[in-house]
């Protein structure tokens, strides 16, 4: 299936859009959604970069439709040399037709071009489908195990 699509930087007029997204990658991913939660950490995404990037994909003939989304945050690390990345979310509605390739390359060489030496990302254990996806945009496995406390 031949699929034309348009990346571009989301901005704030599309919360509620990317609210929708957001509410099926947590169904999609087992994870609980709270939209207070997630609009007050989208928010300042959209408006610079200071804290890290948001792009959203759509149909060139329907850019007000969103087809998915991929975050982008900032960090910094002495492993990686100064700027890195995470890969905090991305999700496609429509799978199969390379969306999220072209979604997830256009987010890494954005990343590049905003000075980020790597990029980092997680996935649940049990998505081998998801891990394959990234495999086939060069990402490796690492022997790095993550652990998360809550801080307030």
Known sequence: MSFVSFVRR???D???SLLV??????AADG???HEGRVSAALTPLLGDDYLGQVWVVSPHEDPSRLLGYAVVTWSWSLESGGRDCLLDEIFVSEQGAGIGSELLLHAM???SEA???AMFLE?????SMVRRFYARNGFTS?????MRTGLG
Not at 21 to 26: E, G, M, Q, T
Not at 123 to 127: L, P, V
Request: with cysteine.
């Open 10 to 12: 989301a901005v704030t």
């Open 14 to 16: 599309d919360l509620s």
């Open 21 to 26: 997204l957001v509410r099926a990658f947590c």
């Open 31 to 33: 994870h609980e959604y």
């Open 109 to 111: 060489s954005r990343a």
């Open 115 to 117: 000075g980020a030496a």
């Open 123 to 127: 996935t649940e254990a049990h998505n």
């Open 142 to 146: 690492e022997d790095s195990v993550w």
